[in-house]
């Protein structure tokens, strides 16, 4: 089986919907299981949604604002007496309703119930735009099959009961599912995590042997920098899963940092390819003996800088370190990178639950703390590290740290 999985990107708008078509038919569309994500920016209007319904302001124009798009898009699919619109508008009162019935204060669990939405509509338009259109397929709740636990907003699979779920499928039907979502012991949905669809296509990849997956993107592939970040950046024709691995892991955002240890487990080809171009070969990413020799760039913004050193002058040691990684874990603060000296550790952090304030109060009872927001973090992997003089230029650098052959630094 192949698996496809198209992002928010490819499917934005009607055009977007017909060119999955497109694709499809210069792909060939049998035995293909394609996962599709939220039309466009839907996730982050439906994360709006949220913050206006837990701060008591009006929530619902903001919901009629996301059907009215929806809406459109249908229009420029289906005739107007076609089922879709009656399964948009349900989708978009079962939102309303849960809102107004649920008395849950917890902001994570409701998020999930809200935001999961954008990708179950988008795959109802995205299944019947291709029923209609010679491409048979069948519509899957994809909560039916990956099973998580409960962490809401950052779901951890359950393999065994997913693969046994999955197993399920019959290998020679189409299919169409979401991305980004599971369900926990109580049904209840869980996201996997932001930009987490391209894992969602790695878990049915691992489930059911798949004999590849693509990912389809508005670039021609992986490639040495976001084109939208660096200039003059090429296109990595072949890497391996390590390399993969390290770049999405450093915030190569093109593919998301889970998407490849069960790809790699199982040696699942995987290719990234552009939708609006697709008999171009893209990134092939698999097995390579040869080592990754290109210089590539890679800018994550939004970091925080933080620096924590004893109040008595004394070592750093590994009960200060247990301290603060625990902390780091309860808040669900990633490190993305850590330097430490005799006195002092410095931390680059990625907060996504926006909780670093509270993990500063509970250090700063035992540490002294020092916290820089909105810092950036650039990485060059494969540097050439005679030559990393002009990345220096016009920066305020915080941090550095070399590597091996990777460079980093964290600059304001
Ligand atoms: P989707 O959500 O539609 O699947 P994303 O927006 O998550 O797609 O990923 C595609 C984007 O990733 C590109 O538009 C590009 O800006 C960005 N990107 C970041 N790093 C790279 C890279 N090394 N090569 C190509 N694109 C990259
Ligand atoms: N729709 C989700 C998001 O925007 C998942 C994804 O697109 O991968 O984060
Ligand atoms: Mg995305």
Redesign the pocket.
């Known amino acids: 089986m192949k698996i496809f999985k198209f992002?928010?990107a490819s499917v934005k708008d009607a055009e977007g919907v017909k060119n999955v078509s497109m694709v499809l038919q210069s792909q060939g569309f049998e035995k293909c299981l394609l996962v599709v994500?939220?039309m466009g920016?839907?996730?982050?209007e439906l994360e709006k949604v949220v913050e206006f319904y837990f701060k008591k302001e009006d929530y619902q124009t903001e919901i009629e604002k996301i059907k009215q798009k929806h809406i459109a898009i249908a229009e420029g699919l289906f005739s107007p007496n076609h089922v879709v619109f009656g399964e948009i508008n349900l989708f978009f009162d079962d939102i309303v309703s849960f809102l107004r019935r649920t008395k849950s204060p917890n902001y994570n669990f409701v998020y999930d119930q809200v935001?999961s939405c954008?990708?179950m509509i988008s795959t109802k338009i995205v299944s019947e735009y291709l029923n209609d259109n010679q491409f048979t397929n069948q519509w899957l709740d994809a909560r039916d099959y990956i099973k998580t636990d409960d962490s809401y907003r950052d779901g951890v699979v359950n393999w065994d009961k997913t693969k046994e779920n999955i197993e399920t499928l019959n290998p020679f039907t189409c299919y169409v599912t979401q991305?980004?979502i599971g369900s926990d012991d109580n049904n209840f949905t869980v996201?996997l995590?932001?930009?987490?669809?391209?894992y969602?296509g790695a878990i049915f990849a691992y489930c059911l042997n798949a004999d590849a997956m693509t990912i389809w993107k508005d670039v021609p592939g992986v490639m040495t920098g976001d084109p939208r970040k660096f200039h003059d950046v090429t296109l990595l024709s072949h890497i391996s899963y390590e390399e993969a691995i390290e770049m999405a892991y450093y915030g190569a955002s093109v593919i998301?940092p889970k998407t490849l240890q069960p790809l790699q487990k199982k040696s699942i080809p995987f290719y990234v390819k552009s939708f609006l171009d697709p008999t171009r070969e893209g990134t092939k990413v698999g097995h390579s003996d040869k080592n990754q020799s290109e210089e590539s760039y890679i800018l994550k913004e939004n970091q925080t800088l933080l620096k924590i050193s004893t109040r008595d002058f004394s070592f750093i040691a590994e009960d200060h370190m247990s301290v603060v990684f625990g902390y780091l874990s309860k808040y669900k603060i990633k490190v993305s990178l850590m330097q430490n000296s005799a006195i002092s550790l410095a931390l680059c952090l990625e907060d996504n639950f926006c909780n670093v304030e509270l993990l500063n109060e509970e250090l700063q009872k035992v540490f002294k703390t020092d916290i820089v927001k909105n810092v950036s973090l650039f990485t060059v992997r494969n540097a050439n590290l005679e030559n990393i003089d002009k990345f220096y230029q016009g920066k305020n650098v915080l941090l550095e740290q070399i590597a091996k052959q990777t460079f980093q630094m964290v600059t304001q």
């Not at 995590?193 to 391209?198: L, P």
């Open positions: 992002g928010g994500s939220a920016k839907t996730t982050n935001v954008g990708e991305g980004f996201t995590g932001r930009e987490g669809s391209d969602t998301h």
